[in-house]
């Protein structure tokens, strides 16, 4: 049986986990060391998917020749006659 992906917001949620089980103590060593290879495994998963969330928005800015500016800088779009 094929694995689930996880979502961005699902690997966030297991990592957190993993981090406050860790930081809490309550675990042994061996048990903190194999959720620490685990937490790597979904940062890296977080990264490939932001990465592709970010390449996504890039040729969809590239497509739409919109220029980004910073927050806060935005003009209102001039009305049409």
Do not use: W
Request: with cysteine.
């Amino acid at each position: 049986m094929a694995k689930k992906k996880l979502t961005f917001e699902q690997a966030l949620e297991k990592l957190e986990q993993i981090v406050s089980q860790i930081e809490s103590g309550q675990i042994g060593l061996e048990e903190s060391i194999a959720r620490y290879a685990e937490g790597t495994k979904l940062i890296s998963h977080c990264r490939s998917v932001l990465d592709a969330a970010e390449k996504k928005i890039q040729l969809l800015t590239a497509a739409q020749n919109v220029t980004l500016e910073p927050a806060g800088e935005l003009e209102e779009p001039a009305e049409e006659a």
